[in-house]
Each structure stands twice: as structure tokens, then as C-alpha cells.
């Protein structure tokens, strides 16, 4: 995390928060899911720096390796529809999914 001056694609460092720069990938700032610990919890943190406060869903989803064979994966969606793979990066909402946790 960094409390450095502000620039102009930097959000602005309050008080209360602090720029954490691993949201900051390929020149611009992302909203990104982080594991909390040791824990099963995460916790997302917006491209603005500020904790989401809405509840984050583990999935399990469906993808295909390079042979094109099905495997499950890990993701999160957000309360609000926002969808993070198992690095916590965002991802287009996947079109096989569990609809509850797991």
C-alpha cells in the first residue's frame, strides 16, 4: 500500500484510506477481490480504494482448458453483479455457473 502524492489517475488518499496499488494493472484502476487471511472470506476493494460493503459470493464455475475439456474453477460475484476470478481479478459474468455457494 502507498500513501504517496496524488496524480491525476491515483485516487485521492483521505484519512481513512489508504491507495493500495496492486488495483492498479495495465495503467488503470480496478476493482479487485482479496482473501482475507487464512480464511475462506475476501473482501473486495473498489478501483477508488474503498471496501465494498455488499456481500461477495464464492461460485463454482465452468471453464475448458486449451484441450477443451471441461473443469471447475473458483470465482466471486458481487451483490451488485461485478464478477472476480480466483485471483480476485475481474472477469465477464462466466456462462456456467452454480447458483449457490459452495
Known amino acids: 500500500m ?7 489517475n491515483t485516487p485521492a488518499v483521505t484519512g481513512t484510506r489508504t491507495v493500495i496499488e496492486s488495483n492498479h494493472m495495465g495503467g488503470r484502476w480496478i476493482d479487485r477481490v482479496y482473501q482475507i487471511g ?4 475476501v473482501e473486495l476493494i ?9 456481500r461477495v459470493h464464492r461460485r463454482r464455475i465452468t471453464l475448458q482448458n486449451a484441450e477443451g ?9 458481487s451483490a451488485d453483479g461485478r464478477w472476480f476470478d480466483n485471483c480476485g481479478l ?4 462466466p456462462k ?3 447458483e449457490e455457494d459452495h
Do not use: C, M, R, V
Request: charged share 15%; no cysteine; aromatic share 16%.
Open 38 to 41: 487464512n480464511t475462506q472470506q
Open 69 to 77: 475439456e471441461n473443469f471447475f474453477a473458483t470465482a466471486y460475484e
Open 96 to 98: 456456467y455457473f452454480a
Open 90 to 93: 475481474p472477469i465477464q459474468k
Open 2 to 8: 502507498s500513501t504517496e502524492a496524488n496524480t491525476t
Open 46 to 54: 473498489n478501483k477508488d480504494s474503498t471496501l465494498y460493503t455488499g
